[in-house]
């Protein structure tokens, strides 16, 4: 996710009168369960999970330094955009030694793979992941970033120079042995397709960016939406899922659900359009766990429908370059439960002690420094911007590191004056929805897949 507290307070404004910038354009066309209620009793029952273990990791936004780590556009970049670009190629490197060590069946990335889907940056991380691990086979979608990226450039003293991104079926080439190559299915609308990586469980890897609309010279689109024609594969595969007998997860870079109060209403396109309906689908053939990227944010949504009997879990990741830096190990036993637990970058070869805080600081002083010149926009006093760019970038760092301990007061105006009161008046929702943990935990959690009753991880 790009931090921008700019755009954050600019659409704290514009989204006043806002209230579904989730949505856009028509519904999807209604779906073969919903047109045929007998669908459902024609097919067999969903099938049990079989047991796996696997990595979850997403948004590493690989950038080659031989790209440029310096000059006027380069540091304006990282300002208004608060990843750890320069130490993307590091924290690959220290997450791949850890993530060696774990035994997996094989490894989701949930897309971002590059900073802007520069094709040098794609064929060195598609090189890199290769040694990821010595028996986890990979899989990856696309993000937001990576395909026909207008803003894939190289930065220079003076400035930036564009250089070649990727063509979505480049994209299919360089990821072959990621997914592409022995996949099931592929769509060919998108670049979703479907594999089967241990016996008994497909994974439906959703392309949910709309890399088709973005155009030279302009900037790439964020929002994710599926067209119809893939929604309509997409269906059909679910149903020879189960004709099969076949178990089933998904993942995708936007997230299937909101994952905050406020999320579609101020960042609408970090949620797929249409994603009730999304989700509905999914869950209406026993889908249960969707591995999702695109905010950097540490979040586990559940989404129930009164008329289903099983629910769905968006459980995103945050962004390794993002703090808290994390991955994820997800453990499904044939006893039917499905245990996530969550692991952290804390060192890279450079900084064997204090990343952590480094990354932290990193985050925080960026994003402390983007809300005060958004409050200076609307003339908030200085003594005011430096009393609310602080709560507002401690509530979105609470948001991104998951299980947020919402304090008594999540943000206080005292002092900020009229302007900085004003502002809180109409935005406070935001922060407030940033402190709110919707449940279950978004760290360690046990799912019981076939009751679908949930805890916290410490508890067993
Ligand atoms: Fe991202």
């Known amino acids: ?53 696997f990595i979850v990791l997403t948004d590493p936004h690989y950038y080659h330094p031989g790209l440029g780590t310096s000059g006027p556009d380069f540091a304006r970049y990282i300002r208004e955009d608060r990843k750890m670009l320069a130490l993307s190629d590091e924290i690959l490197e220290a997450a791949a030694s850890e993530i060696q060590k774990e035994p997996g069946d094989f490894i989701l990335i949930c897309g971002d793979m590059t900073k802007d889907g520069e094709r040098i940056n794609h064929l060195r991380i598609a090189e890199k992941i290769s040694s990821l691990h010595p028996r986890a086979d990979i899989y990856v979608v696309p993000g937001n970033h990576d395909v026909r990226n207008p803003e894939a450039v190289r930065y220079t003293h003076e400035g930036s120079q564009g250089v070649a991104s990727v063509e979505p079926e480049e994209l299919g080439e360089i ?20 594999a089967e990586p241990v016996n008994g469980l497909w994974l439906f ?23 119809d024609k893939t929604l309509k ?31 579609e209403k101020y960042y609408g396109e970090y949620v797929v359009d249409h994603s009730e309906t999304i989700a509905r689908l999914l869950a209406a053939y026993g889908v249960r766990l969707v591995f999702t990227g695109h905010f950097h944010a540490q979040d586990i949504t559940v989404k129930q429908f009164e008329d289903l009997p099983n629910p769905v879990f968006d459980i995103e990741t945050g962004s390794l370059v993002t703090w808290p830096c994390p991955w994820r190990e997800i453990t499904i036993s044939v006893g039917q439960t499905c245990t996530i637990e969550s692991r952290f970058i804390k060192a890279i070869d450079s900084m064997p002690e204090g990343f952590s805080d480094y990354a932290r600081n990193f985050a925080l002083e ?78 360690r959690l046990v799912i019981d897949l076939e009751s679908s009753s949930r805890q916290q991880a410490d508890a067993f």
């Open 366 to 443: 960026g994003t402390v420094g983007l809300g005060r010149d958004a409050l200076k926009k609307y003339h908030v006093s200085e003594k005011g911007m430096d009393l609310l760019a602080p709560q507002i970038a401690e509530a979105y760092l609470a948001h991104l590191a998951g299980d947020e301990d919402k304090p008594d007061t999540v943000i206080s105006a005292k002092g900020t004056g009229i302007m900085g009161r004003l502002v809180l008046f109409f935005q406070k929702d935001l922060v407030e929805g940033w402190w709110t943990d919707l449940p279950p935990a978004d760290n």
């Open 1 to 53: 996710m790009r931090t921008r507290p700019i755009i954050l307070i600019l659409s704290f404004i514009a989204c006043i009168f806002c209230t579904n910038c989730g949505k856009s354009g028509p519904e999807p066309a209604s779906f073969r369960y919903q047109q045929d209620p007998k669908l459902s009793h024609t097919l067999p029952p969903r099938a049990d999970y079989p047991a796996a273990r």
């Open 233 to 263: 594969w997409l269906e059909d595969m679910l149903i020879q899922a189960r004709k099969n007998n076949k178990a089933a997860i998904a993942m995708m870079h936007h997230g299937l659900v909101a994952h905050y109060p406020g999320n």
């Open 205 to 227: 890897a959703l392309d949910s960016c709309l890399w088709r609309k973005n155009r030279a010279g302009g900037h790439p689109v964020v929002n994710g939406r599926f067209s």
């Open 175 to 194: 990821y072959g042995a990621y997914g592409y190559d022995n996949a099931i299915a592929r769509d060919p609308a998108s670049l979703s397709y479907v």
